[in-house]
């Protein structure tokens, strides 16, 4: 009855995998492994608060259950619980050290939490993800050292808006003394170029770039500019368009407002607005959201059929 329940989870039929698992949990109340499912399914189901009571009760029934730890920390980090999730994150790595995805969402936890040197350190375990791994090159990675006159490869991973929030870190190597080349997407091309001046020489990521000594995702610049929350790059703005193409823009664009109609601006009502000195529930640094998605896709099944997993991206 799991091992159906694992089946259809794959397949995304996630309101029939639920009734499976509980099945087989009716059979049995003390398999770890069906609660644990159940509980990924309902994470993904966005029911986080049931979800972390049927992951603590697989680690009840087996304590040295890595994936339900690391189970639990998702469904902990879904209600914003970040010093939780943290420790449930870190247990899980203890008992299973080679836990990628684990790593990798301990480290959007300790960024949130502003710990930026351990957060970006560990974020270098998405090299080892099978989901959206950086590229890989011969040459090596920089580390932050002088350029000494050598080129070096930035080049973008996972998502646009990861790209465009990372643009910042590229006019950092004007004092590194070496020669940018900047790969992106194809349609982002033109922006970067637009917004980095001569700062890189920008290729879509379809261009063979020019020969390179070193290269680097534009994702791990932090880790090697050795960013903290003090010196994260803030010029501002970050990105330009090119001023042909806005003028373009402008020039062909018809105002939709009957003449002499005055410009309405939205407010937002009373509630919505912050108030003075108002916290957030927990910390939430700039950087660290930038990076876009986290490793939460739960469950794939083992070998053998059976879902122990947690998370994998």
Known sequence: MSNLGALLAERGRLEEATAW???AIAADDVLAPAHNDLGAALAKLDRAEEAEALHRRAIALRPGFADAHY???????????????????????????????ARWNRAFVLLTLGRFEEGWREHESRWRRKVQPPR???QPLWQGEPLDGRTILLHAEQGWGDTLQFLRYVPLFAERGGRVVLQVPQPLRRLAAASLGGHAEVLA?????PPFALHSPLLSLPLAFGTTLETIPTTIPYVSVDPAILALARASWVD??????PRLRRQS???????PGAALRYPRHRLAF??????????????????GHGSVG
């Open 136 to 138: 890989s090159f011969p």
């Open 290 to 307: 930038a990076l876009g998605r986290r490793a939460r896709r739960r469950a794939r099944p083992a070998a053998g059929g059976r879902f």
């Open 269 to 275: 009502p009373p509630q919505e607005r912050p108030q």
């Open 256 to 261: 939709p407002r009957p003449q002499g109609r």
């Open 71 to 101: 189970n639990l920390g998702a469904a902990l980090q879904d209600q914003g619980r970040i010093e939780e999730a943290l420790a449930s994150y870190e247990q899980a790595v203890a008992l299973k050290p080679d836990m990628v995805d």
């Open 205 to 209: 990521d379809t261009e063979v770039s």
């Open 21 to 23: 698992y509980q099945h």
